[in-house]
């Protein structure tokens, strides 16, 4: 992993982001905030889409369009490729231990 890399999300944001969305569940920007003080989800949410290619959906609610993020139904997570800092969680899916 280069500096730059680092500079854009912590390791450890990405790995809960990859967590929370291959466990099912829906997060959004407050729920990162209050479970791992983080502050880049929608980058990280840009970087899994764009990079990894990752089938998420974004809504937005509220009168304030807060983005809400969760895996497209029926998405095998086991085929997911996954970032360095998550690469626990990709070998844990793999092998069927989730």
């Not at 970032?83 to 990709?90: G, N």
């Amino acid at each position: 992993m280069t500096q730059f890399e680092r500079w854009y999300s912590n390791p450890t944001q990405v790995a809960w982001t990859c967590d929370a969305l291959t466990g099912g569940r829906t997060i959004s920007h407050k729920t990162e905030i209050r479970e791992v003080k983080g502050w880049r989800l929608g980058a990280i949410i840009h970087r899994l889409k764009v990079a990894y290619g990752w089938p998420i959906v974004s809504e937005l609610r509220g009168p304030e369009n807060v983005a809400h993020y969760r895996l497209a139904p029926g998405t095998d997570t086991a085929r997911l490729r996954f970032p360095p800092s998550a690469q626990a969680l990709a070998d844990r899916l793999a092998g069927g231990d989730a």
